[in-house]
């Protein structure tokens, strides 16, 4: 069965960096969207960052763009998370997600995806 399973994540000091890893198995993804979300105490999930499995093409928030960046390795079947100039505002518990269909409106949203992991916890002190 397909399997989403993340590592990466801490605890950082504001203004610091993470990279969170996605480790996907279990079926070939092409034609995937791989995602990242988040999701912290109170709030809904929200979406951080997408990338197309078979061509690369990269979706991202307005809240993390130009600070975080999203990229996978196909021969790997990885999935990463490089996430820089953190805050304290991005604490939260983050998800890597895998959605069938290529890229639509519904990628922006939990709705657009069949698979998700476990989730690691990120938090950034202040």
């Known amino acids: 069965q397909v399997q989403l399973v993340e590592s990466g994540g801490g605890l950082v000091q504001a203004g610091g960096s993470l990279r969170l890893s996605c480790a996907a198995s279990g079926r070939t993804f092409r034609n995937y969207v791989m995602g990242w979300f988040r999701q912290a105490p109170g709030k809904e999930r929200e979406f951080v960052a997408g990338i197309l499995w078979d061509g690369g093409n990269i979706f991202s928030s307005n809240s993390v763009r130009g600070r975080f960046a999203i990229s996978r390795d196909v021969a790997k079947n990885m999935v990463y998370l490089q996430m820089n100039s953190l805050k304290p505002e991005d604490t939260a518990v983050y998800y890597c997600?895998?959605?069938?269909?290529?890229?639509?409106?519904?990628?922006?949203?939990?709705?657009?995806?069949?698979?998700w992991g476990q989730g690691t916890q990120v938090t950034v002190s202040s």
């Open positions: 997600a895998a959605g069938s269909g290529g890229w639509g409106p519904t990628k922006w949203f939990e709705s657009g995806y069949e698979y």
